[in-house]
Structures are given as structure tokens and as C-alpha cells.
């Protein structure tokens, strides 16, 4: 997880400001070789908007750097305007012409293999009210592509949702990665079902644990499960003894049915949510995937959903 983290501040981070810089002080000859090393600033700046998890350092940051981006263009094309377009016939030339294209398409064949994949799905999806209220939520992991929700891989949770809870300032916690728990806007916050349905299995009893600490051996955790629209829809993660529905109960879209927490295979409090053709799987983590839309959404990573009841309360709930 650290290791990731290192990562995360590379690629958010420092790489945007060096391609910043890069282009800013330019020094090319042609402007050719400025409109190369333009399409690489410009490809690899949407591909991080797209892709990356902002809810780490700031959802905000996220337009703040399209914004330097479009600052340095303009900057750096008042720069080019007056360069040749073609570079003089030296090799050296030639070969920077070659590697910037060689990067190019390295970078266009990456956002082509989930763009429009990822943000489109295939058949009918369950239609789900959202599950959380109260403030603004962001999806960590969703859609329809490996590099924008790690769970595709694996057929039955090629659908499957992790969403996290933003406070003020556009994070998912106070801190890059709290151990406290109380420090995760998420954790505790009601958690309300997403259909009329029947409640088809529940766990209530597994520890909530201490970042980064996991469960492996009960992947789920507490969770519930509920069958509604043809589907088993499963909500993972659950906090220990916060479930209010038992087995075989109905319960009806928007009744508060549990909390969410941090028990079973997880690395922070989220919320995990999944659905499977009904009755496909002998556990809740087998059978047929299918695609969810909340309300009518087909929401992915960096996907927000914003409930104004309580809008700008994001303080941690008790
Ligand atoms: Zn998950």
C-alpha cells in the first residue's frame, strides 16, 4: 500500500509538474518537435485525469491539472509560434522525432484499450437507487476496464463498485492513508438498500480492522445480501454489528439497513457493491456478473454522486 502510495504522488504529482516544466522550457527547433512533445504532455494529462484515484491527494487537484496544462500550451505555443515546421536534416533530430512518436503510441493504444470500454456495459444492467446519502461520494473503482476498476478481471465482480465518501476538501480521508479509522469520511455512514428485495444472507460479526491490515479468509466480511430485479446484490464491508436485517426479511429501497466499515479483505472503509444473476453462485463472490446503474447512472472511477440533503456536511458521523 505504501509502495502504491509512492506511486500515486509520482504519477498525479510529479509527472504532470515535470511535463509542465518540459514544455514550458522548451527549447525546440521545429515545430514539429513541439507538437510531438505537446501530444505526449496533452495524452498522458487526459490518461491521469481518466484513470487516476484522486480521491487520494484531491478530487479538486484533478482540474487543477488540466488547468496548468492548458496554461503551459499556451505559453509554450506562443514560444513555437515563430519555429520552422520541419527540424533540419541532422540525425539527432530524426531520432528525437522517432522516440516522442514510438511514446505517442504507446500512450494512444493505453487510453484505447479502455476508452470506450470502461465507460459502457453490455445488456441490461440492475437498476439500483444509490446506496449512501448525505454528502458527496466518489468511486474508487468502476467501469468496465482493468485500468479503471480492478475487479474486471474477474467475471462475476466485472461490475462490481468500491466507493469511498469525500470530505471538504475533495479526499476520501484525513491524511494519505490514516490508520484511525474515524479519519475515513466513509466509515460509519448509514447504508440504505438499493431495492425492494429480500434479504438472502448476512454476516454481522467479523472485527473491523486497522488499516492496512486485512482479512483474506472472509474476503466479504460482513456484508449482506439481497435479491431483488432477478439479481443478488451484495454489500461488503459492513461495520461489525451494525446490521439491522436478518435473513429472509423484506425490506424496501432506501430502509437503513446496516453501516459501512472496514471487516474482511480490505485495505480502508469503503463501500464494495456487486451484483450477480440471481441464484448463480454457491458464495456471494461466484456466479454471472451484471452491470449496475444507480439511478439511471453508469458510474466509474471518478464517478460522483452527490446527495444535497445534507450537502457540504462532511463531517465524520458518530
Ligand atoms: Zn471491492
Redesign the pocket.
Known amino acids: 500500500m505504501f509502495f502504491a502510495i509512492g506511486l500515486l504522488l509520482i504519477t498525479h504529482l510529479v509527472f504532470p509538474v515535470a511535463g509542465l516544466v518540459w514544455l514550458w522550457r522548451g527549447n525546440e527547433l521545429s515545430k514539429l518537435e513541439w507538437l510531438l512533445k505537446l501530444s505526449i504532455v496533452l495524452l498522458y494529462g487526459i490518461q491521469i485525469f481518466l484513470i487516476g484515484r484522486w480521491d487520494f491527494l484531491s478530487y479538486f487537484l484533478r482540474f487543477g491539472v488540466i488547468a496548468l496544462l492548458v496554461v503551459a500550451v499556451y505559453i509554450s505555443f506562443i514560444k513555437a509560434k515563430s519555429l520552422p515546421f520541419y527540424p533540419t536534416r541532422k540525425l539527432s533530430n530524426y531520432v528525437s522525432v522517432g522516440i516522442s512518436s514510438l511514446v505517442i503510441l504507446v500512450l494512444l493504444s493505453s487510453l484505447s484499450s479502455h476508452i470506450p470500454r470502461g465507460y459502457s456495459f453490455n445488456g441490461e444492467s440492475v437498476q439500483l437507487n444509490f446506496p449512501l446519502q448525505q454528502g458527496t461520494y466518489y468511486v474508487a473503482?468502476g467501469g468496465n476496464s482493468p485500468a479503471i476498476n480492478?475487479?474486471n478481471v474477474n467475471p462475476t465482480?466485472q461490475y462490481?463498485?468500491?466507493i469511498v465518501k469525500l470530505n471538504a476538501v475533495g479526499t476520501r480521508a484525513n491524511g494519505l492513508y490514516p490508520r484511525s479509522l474515524t479519519n475515513y469520511a466513509i466509515w460509519g455512514e448509514p447504508l440504505y438498500s438499493p431495492c425492494d428485495g429480500i434479504i438472502r444472507e448476512t454476516r454481522n460479526n467479523l472485527p473491523d480492522l486497522i488499516p492496512p491490515q486485512s482479512d483474506p479468509p472472509n474476503p466479504a466480511g460482513n456484508h449482506i445480501l439481497i435479491q431483488c430485479q432477478g439479481a443478488d446484490v451484495l454489500m461488503?464491508?459492513l461495520q461489525r454489528g451494525s446490521l439491522v436485517v436478518q435473513d429472509g426479511e423484506t425490506v424496501e429501497a432506501g430502509q437503513a439497513i446496516a453501516k459501512v466499515g472496514n471487516s474482511g479483505n480490505?485495505t480502508e472503509p469503503?463501500l464494495?457493491?456487486?451484483a450477480r444473476r440471481a441464484n448463480t453462485g454457491q458464495s456471494p463472490l461466484e456466479g454471472e456478473g451484471l452491470p449496475i446503474t444507480f439511478d439511471g447512472r453508469f458510474l466509474v472511477r471518478n464517478s460522483l454522486f452527490v446527495d444535497k440533503t445534507n450537502f457540504g456536511n462532511s463531517n465524520v458521523p458518530s
Open positions: 473503482h480492478y475487479h465482480q462490481a463498485l468500491d461488503a464491508h480490505t469503503h464494495h457493491i456487486h
